[in-house]
Nanobody, 127 residues
């Protein structure tokens, strides 16, 4: 069981930065692939970024590559999403999710890989 709680969302102007945090309560955090997804109004949920349990490998959607950075601190059971050069099209509710090993079933960019989800945090980027 993993309880996930996101924080750090808010309102920011285009070109600004935000750092999202996701605190996990389970005992298996260090073994979980952690993902970030987002859902904009009227759109389907989409993959943003993921990081393996060790933190050695990261994955990004093309739309955020070079602007967003995912990291984790296993000692604190926390995963982060640093978002720079934000654009209005980044506006969405951002969710963190916990899943199995990256070598397991489903690709890291598929929401089917993830078993546990947080409640989400709103990010709004004004133009």
């Amino acid at each position: 069981q993993e309880d996930l709680v996101e924080s750090g969302g808010g309102l920011v102007q285009a070109g600004g930065s935000l750092r999202l945090s996701c605190a996990a309560s389970g005992r298996t955090f260090g073994r979980n692939t952690m993902g970030w997804f987002r859902q904009a109004p009227g759109k389907e949920r989409e993959f943003v970024a993921a990081i393996t349990g060790s933190g050695l490998n990261t994955f990004y959607a093309d739309s955020v590559k070079g602007r967003f950075t995912v990291s984790r601190a296993n000692v604190d059971n926390t995963v982060y999403l640093q978002m720079n050069s934000l654009k209005p099209e980044d506006t969405a509710v951002y969710y963190c999710a916990a899943g199995g090993p990256v070598s397991g079933r489903y690709a890291v960019n598929s929401d089917l890989k993830y078993t546990y989800w947080g409640q989400g945090t709103q990010v709004t980027v004004s133009s």
